[in-house]
């Protein structure tokens, strides 16, 4: 029987890496499967596994269960995995029974609608107002706030921004031709308030060209020309414990985006265009949108005249039958 060797080194496990990291465009997508995969390859070498197989990926799922993961995180690692097993398979070290097996674990159904976190109104400014706007540091983190509430840019979005996207159209700001996930572009139309947060941290830093967002030392100085993913992660939590909101992540600045724009009466199309998402489904989740049977918007149709009319021209043609 074929097995795979899969230990962190091993000339073979690097190489089937490589393959099924570079079989994905998305750098978010490449990002999330390199960790997937470390962390599999660390829980395999826990415990003697006698060969990678459908018990040990079934083995592997409930340990992810475990640990209370949520479904879309055990399943976006199940695919990573799945994708292993096919290039071991590919280069002769994974029999095909294997793989034929690993492919049959199924992913986790998620169980009734996501319970995500958003911010209010009052908890959106309080955050936006954290930082020391008296130092370079607390303008820039002050700008990302702003980007990451204002305009919904995921983390990633927010780190690749440079003064290229940045662009007037129609008579107001847009960041421009933004790449996304699964390599969608889009335009974000970028609010005046976002503006001026972004003009006072380039302004006082004299940023004109590259990144607009760069790192800033201790001693408020900047660093070097791109500011990395994990550093608005930390900034972000940072402030959040400071106004007492600890749970709050980079993606919920981006809920918090979706709900405060529909809540101000934003088209749901319209907020489903300036986030990117592929399907409105996608974009309702993000609102935590639930059916309103009470108060269902076709109530407001009212075509009550149009039935009545319908009723008496049905009585009259009876009539003239009789």
Not at 217 to 225: L, P, Q
Not at 278 to 292: H, I
Request: net charge positive; aromatic share 4%.
């Amino acid at each position: 029987m074929t097995t795979i060797a899969v230990a962190p080194g091993h000339d073979e496990w690097r190489r089937l890496k490589a393959l099924v990291l570079d079989s994905v465009s998305s750098p978010h997508t490449r990002r999330v499967y390199n960790l997937a995969l470390d962390d599999f390859i660390c829980w395999y070498r826990n415990e003697p596994r006698s060969s990678f197989s459908k018990a040990t990926v079934a083995a592997w799922r409930a340990s992810l269960e475990a640990r209370g993961l949520g479904s879309s995180s055990i399943n976006i690692r199940l695919s990573a995995i799945r994708k292993l097993a096919v290039e071991a398979s590919d280069n002769g070290l994974l029999a095909q029974e294997l793989l034929a097996g690993i492919l049959r674990i199924k992913g986790v159904k998620s169980k009734g609608v996501r319970v995500g976190n958003w911010l209010s109104l009052r908890q959106a400014q309080s955050l936006l107002s954290a930082p020391d706007v008296t130092t370079l540091k607390g303008l820039r983190d002050r700008a990302i706030l702003a980007v990451l509430l204002g305009c919904g840019l995921r983390r990633s979005e927010a780190a690749a921004l440079t003064f290229a996207h940045l662009r007037q159209l129609d008579g107001r700001w847009c960041i421009v031709d933004l790449l996304g996930k699964h390599g969608r572009v889009r335009t974000v139309p970028v609010p005046h308030w976002v503006m001026l947060a972004i003009d006072a941290w380039t302004l006082a830093a004299s940023v004109t060209g590259g990144h607009v967002f760069r790192p800033v030392n201790r001693a408020d100085r900047i660093t070097s020309e791109r500011l990395g993913e994990k550093t608005i992660w930390l900034m972000l939590r940072q402030y959040a414990r400071a106004i007492g909101i600890p749970s709050i992540a980079p993606h919920d600045a981006r809920r918090t985006c979706a709900k405060l724009c529909r809540a101000a009466g934003g088209q749901l199309e319209q907020i489903q265009l300036l986030l990117g998402h592929a399907s409105v489904q996608t974009t309702e989740r993000y609102l935590g949108t639930k059916q309103d049977l009470v108060h269902p918007p076709n109530d407001a149709i009212n075509l009550t005249l149009a039935m009545k009319q319908a009723r008496d021209s049905e009585s009259r043609s009876a009539s003239l039958k009789r």
